[in-house]
């Protein structure tokens, strides 16, 4: 027996498109009002707030709640410039303070913004919302009896509806990816994770096929059965997921979506420390942006169709397992010497990139939790992209920065294969000692990528944060999925 898939947070939203006022709704438990860091007339042109602004004078730089009109009232403070990112984060400490008055109806107000500005904070209250009322996977004998709290959101001060479709969707899709990270690696193996995927593909209609370790034999993947050679199920495979709109645009090819799906990764031969293999069941993030990425275009009913693939195995030690120096021919007929046992995310996205680059989409995105060299360079607060168009690179920082995923570019040019030749084979999987891992491990991977498609790497280092990151509160972030939802619909 393993967890029923997660619903989606509930939260009831409702836009007044008025000034709040002391007439507003007598059914809400709590108000957290926006107001411009360090200015202490925020609430002087409110009419509501002019009388008690005294009440909050001098504390302009902090978030505060207190009593105000029968009401509690939570203030946030935002400044004048603050960014997506920013206003992510600051939203994530407020809707904390709030949840804990546990109120089931909020109302949302701002002072002093503009109506730009008040939309993007309203934005970023929802995400945080449903990020926080999200169900995430919990195996204890008592259940939680306060995961449910906020239950409505009443927007106010704003003179728009705003459209919060995306929020909602991305969120959905964030979600899944975190419930799904968090689940222990007994709870998510391969063949369980293929059944979540096709108890999905049901409900959202789309295509799915599993290839199986027969089919991959047949297709000669051999860089991803050296992976799971050492495995005692034989349960890996590829899954791959179809999108398809109602209504297409003329000549619109597929966008292909690749994750990494290490259920759960020893190490191999190459054994981790047991403080490094502590957490390895969440080595299958990539994967689940790519679904989560999938799920939040499927409910935006975008107009173009989508490919999932998405590489499920896992890297277990065994005599049979794959060793060092080893020699194993991919797909497309690539050798690749083994230098790292370790290294095998890059081994089943070599085969998985191939299968989806030989169906000639128009672009190509792929998430994994690759290389720990990326997290050294960015830390947890950004996530790396590598391509093989340097004229996508401000696109992907724009986009980053919009949707609050921020990610930054990386190298991918040429002379960089000399330190990948092999004697033996015709590229080397890695290089024993780290030297910019993550740059190599874009280059290998680029290698697989057939038909001059265009392709994104996104090396997850920002997948795990400890007490969360922007609007998420949990240490598995979900990152990725917000973020290529908003390039792939602007570019």
């Known amino acids: 027996m393993f967890p029923a898939l997660p619903a989606p947070a509930k939260v009831k939203i409702n836009q007044h498109l008025t000034v709040l006022s002391k007439d507003y709704p007598e059914t809400l438990d709590h108000l957290l009002v926006i107001a411009r860091k360090g200015d202490a007339k925020a609430f002087s042109d409110h009419s509501l707030f002019a009388a008690a602004s005294a009440r909050f004078k001098g504390r302009e730089k902090e978030t505060v709640t207190a009593p105000l009109s029968g009401k509690l009232v939570t203030v946030g403070r935002l400044a004048a410039d603050a960014t997506p990112f920013e206003m ?29 500005q008040a939309a993007v904070a309203a934005e970023a209250v929802l995400a945080a919302v449903l990020s926080a009322e999200f169900a995430m996977p919990k195996f204890t004998a008592k259940s939680d009896e306060t995961k449910s709290v906020i239950r409505e959101l009443h927007v106010f001060d704003t003179a728009e509806k705003i459209d919060f479709s995306r929020t909602l969707a991305s969120a959905e899709g964030t979600n899944l990816a975190r419930w799904l990270a968090t689940l222990p690696g007994n709870y998510l193996t391969p063949g369980k994770y293929r059944k979540y995927v096709e108890q999905l593909a049901k409900e959202f ?19 991803f059965l050296a992976v799971v050679q050492g495995s005692e199920d034989r349960d890996a495979g590829i899954m791959r997921l179809r999108y398809k709109p109602a209504k297409t645009k003329r000549n619109a090819n597929a966008i292909a979506l690749v994750g990494k799906g290490i259920c759960f990764d020893t190490g191999g031969n190459n054994l981790k420390t047991g403080k490094s293999m502590l957490g390895m069941h969440g080595d299958m993030q990539g994967s689940a942006v790519a679904l989560g990425t999938l799920i939040a275009l499927s409910r935006l009913e975008i107009d173009f169709p989508v490919d999932c693939w998405m590489a499920l195995a896992q890297n277990h030690i065994g005599p049979k397992a794959y060793k060092m120096n080893d020699v194993v021919t991919a797909s497309d007929g690539t050798t690749i010497e083994i230098l790292h046992t370790d290294a095998e995310g890059r081994m089943v996205l070599a ?97 697989f990528v057939k038909n001059d498609v265009p ?22 972030t979900g990152f990725g999925v917000r973020f290529a939802t908003e390039y792939l619909l602007s570019r």
């Open 88 to 116: 992510l984060e600051a939203a994530r400490k407020w809707i904390s303070a709030v949840r804990s008055h546990k109120p089931k109806a909020l109302g949302l107000a701002f002072a002093g913004l503009d109506e730009h």
């Open 455 to 476: 392709w994104v790497h996104v090396d997850l280092s920002a997948s795990e944060s400890k007490g969360g990151l922007a609007h998420v509160p949990s240490e598995f």
């Open 205 to 223: 209609g789309w295509e799915a096929e599993y290839l199986d370790e027969a089919t991959l034999k047949r297709k000669k993947a051999g860089a």
């Open 351 to 447: 085969d998985t990139l191939a299968l989806a680059s030989n169906a000639k989409p128009s672009f190509i995105m792929d998430f994994a939790t690759l290389t720990g060299t990326c997290v050294h360079a960015l830390g947890a607060r950004y996530s790396g992209v590598f391509t093989n168009r340097e004229e996508l690179a401000t696109g992907l920082i724009a986009a980053g920065k919009r949707s609050g995923e921020r990610v930054w570019p990386f190298p991918q040019d040429r002379d960089y294969d000399e330190l990948l030749e092999s004697k033996v084979a015709d590229v080397k999987q890695c290089l024993i000692e780290g030297e910019a891992d993550h740059i190599l491990a874009g280059r290998f991977l680029s290698r």
